[in-house]
């Protein structure tokens, strides 16, 4: 199966993202091991449009235009089910040999619009905060590697 997170927005060298693209890289190693071939992350650019409405909707115009065909699309909404890290891990290796690709998508600013809320066989919250995109971003990713870990039976989770 290929991970594949799609994001809006273009971040510039930071320490989340080195962080983020170091757990990534961690994944797509380990996770051959658990059926992930490879790992994958894509950034859109954000809307300039004058309203968050038209702003979510070409956003989404431009996350659905990279998303592979037939893949399993997970989106981060805040509103989204809460699952535990073994959860999340379940999630993950319930899909490994089910689909050929897994997309993450991560909103701008202003959320998803509909046309992804419609088109996402799961909602997934990170928790009841809110936190920055740049930190969503490494979230996912570190529970991304957590997952891989976690189905190899590798000692990086240890709860």
Do not use: C
Request: hydrophobic fraction near 40%; charge should be positive; avoid cysteine.
């Amino acid at each position: 199966m290929r991970l594949h997170i799609l994001a809006v927005g273009r971040l510039k060298r930071a320490p989340e993202q080195t962080l983020a693209e170091d757990y990534l890289n961690r994944a797509a190693k380990l996770g051959r091991q658990a059926g992930v071939t490879s790992v994958s992350f894509v950034e859109t650019a954000e809307s300039r449009a004058a309203t968050a409405s038209l702003r979510r909707k070409e956003e989404a115009s431009l996350l659905l235009a990279r998303i592979p065909a037939k893949s399993y699309v997970i989106s981060l909404e805040q509103a989204g089910k809460e699952l535990t890290t073994g959860g999340f891990a379940n999630e993950l290796g319930r899909l490994i040999g089910r689909v050929a690709d897994l997309a993450f998508l991560i909103g701008g600013p202003d959320g998803h619009g509909e046309e992804i809320k419609r088109r996402a066989d799961l909602q997934l919250s990170l928790g009841k905060l809110t936190w920055p995109h740049r930190l969503a971003r490494l979230m996912l990713s570190e529970q991304i590697y957590r997952a891989v870990t976690i189905l190899v039976n590798h000692p990086y989770h240890r709860a």
